[in-house]
């Protein structure tokens, strides 16, 4: 049998890149290092999976972000705006609160997936499914170009092993392709380093989110929108479901990782919910459920470097690999988007011009035997 194209990642890139390769009538693996799909997005519910919150990516601007729009309306998903009408909340840094009356403007809307991001992960996956053999819980420690071929190195609970790839397609940030990737014939200095210094959007963020009985913040007025100058939460705002009965609150945790990891998550919580009781009042003190995901802690997304502030958006671009590995391996992911580089937009963008790259010189590439190490695959 034909070697597979391999696609490494199970975040949205790598699989919309298994599901264009599947629908091009390829032959695909796709290996994830967690145990779960969905990389940066996760959504999780507290009472059942019809309103979940998204701990990673809440939004997408349909005037902006065609592929992913595109993509909510293929897998038949509802989306809806971000709502916002209501009154704006500023937080001081001494605590006080000002009211703006008016309601904060977004310019392009932005909207959310009803039942939460990870909709899009269900979805691709149930396309996926009987089609693309899916490897979770397997790390990929290092690629091996070999003459008609790619060796990929692979960790998981049961050890170590191989497996032949005609190509590969290579989803996961760029940080982290260098740090965790051994390379064989190692890549060039001056494009490691350039990878290094690749930033991976969000990593070194955190989300708090907060879910209440009812949305008493809407009844007093408020949208449910506050910005602070105090912390720890620097932006909040409305995550309830698009009934608004399912009621909650998200922030993004404006404290550094160093400070997050120092008070731990137990007393970073009792400080956002101290925030939330000064901004919106007393009910904000007493939550169903609360949840805090720190982005900087998980390895799998994260590199130490990501733990240092961002001054700007980086400026992303489509990366290139040594020119002996040209015809076997395509970079995707959503830093590897030069027009919406750091986006849910990107990770489409990036992952469907790889595929079309790959496709172009396919039939260019002789195939190979799968190696006596290779596992066999359904
Ligand atoms: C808090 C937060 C809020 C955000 N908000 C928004 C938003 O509102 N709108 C928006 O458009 N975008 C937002 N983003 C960005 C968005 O989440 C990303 O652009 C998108 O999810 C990236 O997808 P990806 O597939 O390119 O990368 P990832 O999701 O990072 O996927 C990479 C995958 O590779 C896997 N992996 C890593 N190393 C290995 C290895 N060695 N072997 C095998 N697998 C490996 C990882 O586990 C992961 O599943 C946000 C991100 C965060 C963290």
Not at 145 to 164: C, F, I, K, Y
Request: net charge negative; glycine share 10%.
């Amino acid at each position: 049998m034909s070697l597979p194209i391999v696609v490494i990642g199970g975040g949205l890139s790598g699989l919309y890149a298994a599901h264009l390769l599947e629908q091009a009538g390829q032959r695909v693996l796709l290996i994830e290092a967690r145990e779960r799909l969905g990389g940066r997005i996760l959504s999780l519910g507290h009472a059942d999976d019809r309103h979940r919150l998204d701990l990673g990516p809440s939004w997408f601007w349909p005037a902006m972000n065609p592929l992913v729009a595109g993509l909510v309306s293929t897998l038949g998903l509802d989306a809806f705006a971000q709502h916002i009408q209501g009154a704006t909340a500023i937080e001081g840094p001494d605590g006080q609160v000002h009211r703006q009356q008016v309601t904060w403007q977004q310019s392009p809307a932005s909207y959310r997936v009803a039942g939460g991001m990870q909709r899009l992960i269900e979805g691709l996956r149930a396309r996926l499914e009987g089609k693309v053999h899916i490897l979770t819980g397997t790390r990929v420690v290092g690629l091996k170009l070999r003459p008609h071929a790619v060796e990929l190195d692979l960790q998981d609970a049961s050890g170590a092993w191989t497996q032949q790839a005609a190509q590969v397609v290579l989803t996961i940030p760029p940080r982290l392709t260098v740090q965790d990737l051994c390379m064989e014939p190692a890549w060039p200095l001056p494009l490691v380093q350039q990878m290094r210094d690749t930033p991976s959007w969000m990593a070194g963020q955190a989300k708090f989110v907060a879910v209440y009985p009812r949305a008493f913040w809407r009844e007093a007025g408020w949208s449910g929108t506050a910005m602070s100058h105090r912390g720890p939460l620097a932006e909040i705002h409305d995550a309830s479901d698009a009934s608004g009965e399912s009621a909650a609150l998200f922030g993004f945790v404006g404290a550094t990782p160093a400070y997050r990891t120092g008070i731990g998550q137990d007393s970073l919580t009792r400080q956002a919910l101290a925030q939330l009781q000064r901004i919106f009042g007393e009910q904000a003190g007493s939550p169903l459920w609360t949840a805090v995901q720190d982005w900087a802690e998980e390895p799998l997304t994260a590199a130490a470097s990501d733990r240092q502030p961002l001054a700007r958006h980086p400026l992303y671009d489509a990366g290139t690999v040594p020119q002996a590995w040209s015809h076997h391996l395509w970079l995707a992911g959503t830093e590897r988007s030069a027009n919406a580089g750091g986006y849910l937009e990107g990770a489409l963008e990036s992952a469907a011009l790889a595929v079309q790259e790959l496709l172009a010189q396919r039939s260019q590439v002789p195939g190979t035997n799968a190696s006596e190490h290779e596992r066999t695959l359904p």
